[in-house]
């Protein structure tokens, strides 16, 4: 816990290639491996040793899946909805209440929400159980009044933000036999893609470490036959003011010169000379659409960085200190980033519903 990941990586490893493989496991988890605690290796162990699974018909059959066991159970969805408020009232004084604000601070308790739907139309629904899945500063400091907050806008000034991204998806003619399903393209100037990234002077790193996905390699029916599917993840800093991707080249200039570098580069690193040339669809995204679209803080694509105190017991967690009945779930709080650890998250709030403090899973 006390020992850098890329400090672990170093002392067991000399050559470049293998510490790059090694510590890049760090970006997933929204950090530098130069910040990141080295118990994080295991990630390697799980990658190299036991492969990575993918859904066959792509990541939306995961959220096909929750769908039909939600509506199963009698859930109601709606879509296309926009929630403007979590209601809350006082719920007197009690020991439990530990806010920002100290001790003697009224505990409350969450009364319910008020949402929009599709149309426009205003909603409010009474509860006394509201879990929030939206970003951790989104909820806090937009849907909470400031009696409310847990982290009110001064306290997210210590945390640490993991990266923003530029990501590029495109549809090309023809094979693309020199990528695998999963493939990294490493800058040798490893530190100095890192600085750029996370350090005190950010900016969009040229040429760029990117993670680059043929998921067509793997499974055919998500791109038409005769052609590839191709998902470009480049690393960039949590900025919302670098700007919005769009269709065919129509996004801000900052993001689509970086998915024209991220092109080039692929294609002169496997030897794909006319890969621009064979780009039938082309879409981007950047860290606006991440700050727009998905309320993210500061246009990150992970939220808070996997530093050590950002970390396990040391995140954020997955109840309000001072809403009862109020509950976080996601990414952005605790255990942290990525499909099976969001899950876990909602698994965490389904356990303190129950009053269960057991350890591991839930049985099924």
Same mark, same amino acid.
């Given at each position: 816990?006390?020992?850098?990941?890329? $400090?672990?990586?170093?002392?067991?490893?000399?050559?470049?290639?293998?510490? %790059?493989?090694? %510590?890049?496991?760090?970006?997933?988890?929204?950090?530098?491996?130069?910040?990141?605690?080295?118990?994080?290796?295991?990630?390697?162990?799980?990658?190299?040793?036991?492969?990575?699974?993918?859904?066959?018909?792509?990541?939306?059959?995961?959220?096909?899946?929750?769908?039909? &066991?939600?509506?199963?159970?009698?859930?109601?969805?709606?879509?296309?909805?926009?929630?403007?408020?979590?209601?809350?009232?006082?719920? $007197?004084?009690?020991?439990?209440?530990?806010?920002p604000a100290g001790r003697g601070?009224?505990?409350?308790?969450? #009364?319910?929400?008020?949402?929009?739907?599709?149309?426009?139309?205003?909603?409010?629904?009474?509860?006394?159980?509201?879990?929030?899945?939206?970003?951790?500063?989104?909820?806090?400091?937009?849907?909470?009044?400031?009696?409310d907050q847990s982290f009110p806008?001064?306290?997210?000034?210590?945390?640490?933000?993991?990266?923003?991204?530029?990501?590029?998806?495109?549809?090309?003619?023809?094979?693309?036999?020199?990528?695998?399903?999963?493939?990294?393209?490493?800058?040798?100037?490893?530190?100095?893609?890192?600085?750029?990234?996370?350090?005190?002077? %950010?900016?969009?790193?040229?040429?760029?470490?990117?993670?680059?996905?043929?998921?067509?390699? #793997?499974?055919?029916?998500?791109?038409?036959?005769?052609?590839?599917?191709?998902?470009?993840?480049?690393?960039?800093?949590?900025?919302?003011?670098?700007?919005?991707?769009?269709?065919? $080249?129509?996004?801000?200039?900052?993001?689509?010169?970086?998915?024209?570098?991220?092109?080039?580069?692929?294609?002169?690193?496997?030897?794909?000379?006319? &890969?621009?040339?064979?780009?039938?669809?082309?879409? #981007?995204?950047?860290?606006?659409?991440?700050?727009?679209?998905?309320?993210?803080?500061?246009?990150?694509?992970?939220?808070?960085?996997? #530093?050590?105190?950002?970390?396990?017991?040391?995140?954020?967690?997955?109840?309000?200190?001072?809403?009862? $009945?109020?509950?976080?779930?996601?990414?952005?709080?605790?255990?942290?980033?990525?499909?099976?650890?969001?899950?876990?998250?909602?698994?965490?709030?389904?356990?303190?519903?129950?009053?269960?403090?057991?350890?591991?899973?839930?049985?099924?």
């Open positions: 816990m006390g020992t850098s990941l890329a $400090g672990f990586v170093e002392s067991s490893f000399n050559d470049p290639v293998l510490r %790059q493989i090694l %510590q890049y496991p760090a970006i997933f988890l929204g950090t530098d491996p130069r910040r990141a605690p080295a118990i994080y290796h295991l990630m390697s162990t799980l990658d190299l040793a036991q492969g990575v699974s993918y859904p066959m018909g792509g990541f939306r059959t995961i959220i096909d899946a929750l769908v039909r &066991l939600a509506e199963r159970s009698g859930v109601r969805l709606h879509t296309g909805a926009d929630v403007t408020h979590i209601d809350t009232e006082a719920a $007197g004084r009690g020991r439990a209440e530990r806010g601070r009224t505990r409350r308790r969450v #009364t319910g929400l008020n949402w929009t739907d599709e149309d426009g139309r205003a909603h409010t629904h009474s509860a006394d159980v509201v879990v929030s899945a939206a970003d951790l500063h989104h909820t806090e400091t937009r849907l909470l009044s400031p009696e806008e001064r306290s997210w000034a210590s945390v640490t933000s993991g990266p923003g991204a530029v990501l590029v998806f495109l549809g090309i003619e023809g094979e693309l036999e020199a990528l695998s399903h999963h493939s990294l393209f490493f800058t040798e100037d490893w530190a100095a893609n890192f600085d750029a990234i996370f350090g005190s002077r %950010q900016k969009i790193p040229s040429p760029a470490s990117i993670y680059v996905c043929r998921p067509s390699a #793997t499974d055919p029916t998500v791109a038409p036959p005769g052609h590839e599917n191709l998902f470009l993840l480049i690393p960039v800093p949590a900025d919302a003011g670098l700007g919005a991707g769009g269709d065919d $080249g129509g996004g801000d200039p900052r993001i689509e010169t970086a998915a024209d570098r991220a092109i080039d580069q692929i294609a002169r690193w496997a030897d794909i000379p006319d &890969l621009r040339r064979r780009i039938r669809v082309r879409r #981007t995204q950047g860290p606006t659409d991440f700050a727009e679209g998905f309320n993210s803080w500061l246009g990150g694509m992970l939220g808070p960085a996997h #530093t050590l105190r950002q970390s396990a017991m040391f995140r954020r967690q997955n109840a309000s200190k001072t809403v009862d $009945g109020l509950f976080y779930a996601g990414a952005t709080t605790t255990p942290g980033v990525g499909v099976p650890m969001c899950l876990i998250s909602a698994e965490l709030v389904l356990k303190r519903l129950r009053g269960d403090s057991s350890p591991g899973p839930l049985p099924t």
